[in-house]
């Protein structure tokens, strides 16, 4: 049983550079959540896919964000024009509401810890 | 605005006692809640949930109590064990099934002592 998984697990880039990140969730979750958590803090919701559709995108961080899921399974998330404030860990969660299964419980993987120098 | 607080930033609780962590909300249309399991240099674990419509729910030895006249959660560990020691994130959501993604507290560090 494979849980979420996420690629890189850390990346250094340096401020102004683009970067992307990968992740694959469990292979029959329909949804998919990215976060992002900060030191001392909880994780903070970004975007969600049900399938390949982005259904919520209002509360990524700003334009320089941008996630995809092009064919429904696994999905990206791309940082463009890097800043010393978007050093975080970058999680992925995804979730199955399936007939008898709760439809809330989110399972997350080990997440990206990105350092922008 | 934090809608979802732990006031309670770290708990040291002796190993075999009970561990009791709080959790306050302030958004009413929050129905479903959540507390998760975190250590180190790993993505947070689901523990144990619970609807609005219930104020108590039991797996193990993990209980989470609901009070929403008081916007209140409580998660008990009985008995409290070494492994237990981590940080737990309550979480809330306020849609059916999790559409705003869910909410955090800051997290309250449990340190079980031998």
């Known amino acids: 049983d494979t849980g979420v998984s996420q690629d890189p697990r850390h990346k250094i880039t340096k401020r102004g550079q683009n970067v992307t990140f990968r992740c694959d969730p469990i292979?029959?979750?329909?949804?998919l959540y990215w976060y992002r958590q900060t030191l001392g803090q909880g994780p903070e919701f970004l975007t969600y896919?049900?399938?390949?559709?982005?259904?919520?995108k209002s509360r990524l961080l700003s334009d320089r964000f941008s996630a995809e899921r092009p064919k429904g399974s696994f999905s990206t998330l791309e940082i463009q024009r890097t800043e010393q404030g978007d050093s975080a860990m970058y999680l992925c969660a995804s979730s199955w509401p399936g007939q008898g299964a709760a439809v809330y419980e989110q399972y997350f993987g080990p997440g990206t810890r990105l350092t922008v120098t | 605005d934090q809608q979802v607080k732990q006031n309670s930033p770290s708990l040291s609780v002796q190993e075999g006692r009970i561990s009791i962590l709080n959790c306050d909300y302030t958004n009413s249309m929050f129905d479903y809640f959540l507390w998760y399991k975190k250590y180190p240099a790993e993505g947070p674990t689901f523990l144990i949930s619970?609807?609005?419509?219930?104020d108590k729910n039991e797996d193990g030895r993990f209980t989470v109590f609901l009070n929403k006249s008081a916007k209140h959660l409580s998660l008990h560990i009985v008995p409290s064990q070494p492994g237990d020691s981590a940080v737990y994130f309550c979480?809330?959501?306020?849609?059916?099934?999790?559409?705003?993604?869910?909410?955090f507290g800051k997290g309250t560090h449990l340190i079980i002592q031998p």
């Open positions: 292979s029959e979750h329909n949804r």
């Open positions: 619970i609807s609005s419509i219930k």
């Open positions: 979480a809330a959501s306020a849609t059916g099934g999790g559409a705003d993604g869910l909410t």
């Open positions: 896919f049900q399938n390949e559709a982005q259904l919520e």
